[in-house]
């Protein structure tokens, strides 16, 4: 499996308040470009939008506050990929939902932490949204 070699590296620090802090600053410069809903556009899509929006209410759902930590600090090179990949992803079409297709990106940091990114199409009118953010655990 390809994956992507992001120059991004991790948010350095284990405290939800901190990494919290520097990921949704980064959030906050994205969400500034625009009057509306928050986008990156992705290279293997053709530099069609990637909305952000689902990631953090997606984020907040977790109970646990480590887990959430350890998914945010993976946000910098989430955004790096989605922006500058173009290595096809693993994709799936839900079973409950026909018309909802899942494309899985892995990634990895320069210190070698892999890491996937997930991002949901609504195929009826082509939207994506950035659902998760995770690490490969091994």
């Not at 173009?86 to 939902?97: G, L, R, V, W, Y």
Request: some cysteine.
């Amino acid at each position: 499996m390809d994956v992507y070699k992001t120059k991004s590296v991790r948010l350095p620090s284990t405290h939800w308040d901190k990494v919290m802090e520097k990921a949704f600053g980064q959030y906050k410069i994205i969400k500034n470009k625009t009057k509306r809903r928050p986008y990156v556009r992705s290279a293997y899509f053709d530099k069609e939008k990637i909305f952000l929006g689902l990631f953090w209410h997606h984020l907040h759902e977790k109970n646990n506050i480590r887990d959430k930590t350890r998914r945010l600090k993976y946000f910098p090179c989430a955004i790096e990929l989605i922006q500058n990949s173009k290595i096809k992803p693993t994709t799936q079409t839900s079973k409950e939902e026909p018309n909802i297709s899942l494309h899985r990106f892995a990634g990895v940091t320069p210190d070698n932490n892999s890491f996937f990114v997930q991002i949901k199409e609504n195929t009826k009118n082509g939207q994506k949204w950035l659902i998760s953010v995770f690490p490969h655990d091994e």
